[in-house]
């Protein structure tokens, strides 16, 4: 990981300013690892704080220091900046030895066990013009779970330090038992096993000025000694080895293409393709990826200004971070199975070895972050596939929603994850199953009410003679802007009285639906 290596003098910087500019620059500008760039200051000054990021006042007190770092420990890792206020205004360390001291000895003296933890001092000019300097912690991420003097445990979550329960505890001792698999040694493995070559294009590509057998041996402990004898930690081969399906025969993608809308066996076999992906991560991402898109069908409808609009059956962002999650938080200790991505005419599920992990659940995925391995999903951080932490998954939920599609669903047996994404023809076909007239007997084949060529108002108000969803709206009108469908018709209709919401006290609500008044 990318630190501060020397004393770095900086201009003067009074006030946090929001940048967007920044903060909307891809990864690679913002730091070779992905993390903070701890060398610009100014930068320092004018970042949001994130999950691994975070300022601090010189003034803070120990046992609060304690629990931030307690926090990035247990989670991700991160930075903690002191001599910076929240609002971005350089007021330094300097005159405050005493306290300073103090803050330093934090790891060892509040922490339990104690924090590993890599301390620069930086140079700078304070806000009054002054030289003056900041405290830079680098925090790292930690196998064990650790707790302050209270026995208090926290884990950072965005930007914030979050105190955890009984059973978050527990859930979190077990989440690091399995966490740290690719810090396992690989039996037998030699350095005959990396790809050099590769290594060496990536320490190119992340800045770094030695040679790719000083990386693997003076970073992240890729290559460790042991009674003499070097040894090669599995992190090391999944994301370097020649050939990593020699030690870890199922760490690989399979996709399944399924002709119909659901898996049959036997006589009934409906499988159409068949296809696995192997070698390094950043080749089986790259290959399942691009194979993926190859299988993506693309929808073509008259749209409302007379213009053939062509939109794909699911956004591409979402089924991209389908697949990126999965490789990147798979559980590698589980060897009987492999990451299977299994393609249906109504929808696309991606199964992958192991749970959600840490304290993750499907109703906070949006917001709470944890790697089960940090060193792949960095890697994976750089070639810009995982996005900033937590983030890949809202933008998913988001473009779903933007798109007219439902939420991704998400299922945990015993040792799988299991993550479905809807597609248009999903959508469809529920329309279609709402529209049935009660009037159908079970020996009836049913009727789907026809649509008739009326103006949109006119047709969303025959449509809504029952109770209808943006969603189910957004594809009766082949439409594909949900903003635009509130704004140019449901909004005006509602205001007319000829239309009215089934909550209308919660307009945003996921449950809305809209009906004929």
Known sequence: MVFVKAMVSQGRFCRRKKSKKFLQKPIKERGSDGMVDTNNIGELCILTETQLFDRKSARIDPKTLANLIIAFANADGGDAIIGIEDDGTITGIDGQDKRINDLLRVPLDYCAPSVSVDSKVVSCTDAKGHPNHILIMHVFPSPQVHANQADEVYLRIGDKSKKLNFDQRLQLLYSKGTRFFEDTPVLNATIDDIDLDFVANYT??????????????????????????????????????????????????????????????????????????????????????????????????????????????????????????????????????????????????????????????????????????????????????????????????????????????????????????????????????????????????????????????????????????????????KLSDRKNLRTKYLNPLISSGKLKMTIPDKPRSKQQKYVKA
């Open 204 to 477: 190119k590509k992340i800045g770094y000025g030695r040679s790719a057998m000083d990386y693997l041996r003076s970073n992240k402990d890729f290559i460790t000694m042991r009674n003499g004898t070097e040894q090669i930690i599995s992190a090391a081969i999944l994301l370097f080895g020649k050939n990593p399906q020699r030690f870890f025969p199922r760490a690989r993608v399979r996709f399944i293409r399924y002709d119909g809308t659901e898996a049959k066996v036997g006589t009934e076999m409906n499988v159409i393709k068949d296809v696995l992906f192997d070698g390094k991560i950043l080749d089986i991402v790259q290959k399942s990826t691009e194979f993926v898109k190859s299988q993506i069908r693309e929808h073509t409808f008259l749209g409302k200004d007379g213009l053939f609009v062509t939109i794909p059956e699911l956004p591409e962002f979402c089924w991209t971070e389908l697949i990126v999650n999965a490789i990147a938080h798979r559980d590698y200790n589980i060897t009987g199975t492999d990451i299977q991505i299994k393609m249906f005419d109504d929808h696309m599920t991606v199964e992958s070895p192991g749970q959600l992990p840490g304290l993750v659940r499907s109703n906070n995925m949006r917001e709470m972050h944890f790697s089960r391995n940090p060193k792949i999903v960095e890697f994976l951080h750089v070639y810009e596939y995982v996005k900033e932490f937590g983030e890949g998954v809202d933008r998913m939920y988001r473009e779903m929603e933007d798109a007219g599609l439902p939420d991704p669903e998400y299922h945990v047996s015993s040792f799988m994850l299991y993550a479905t994404l809807k597609n248009q023809k999903w959508v469809a076909m529920h329309q279609q199953t709402k529209q049935v007239t009660p009037h159908d007997t079970p020996h009836d084949t049913p009727q789907v009410t026809p649509q008739v060529n009326f103006s949109t108002e006119r047709k969303i108000l025959e449509f809504c003679s029952v109770p209808r969803s943006c969603t189910e709206l957004l594809w009766h009108l």
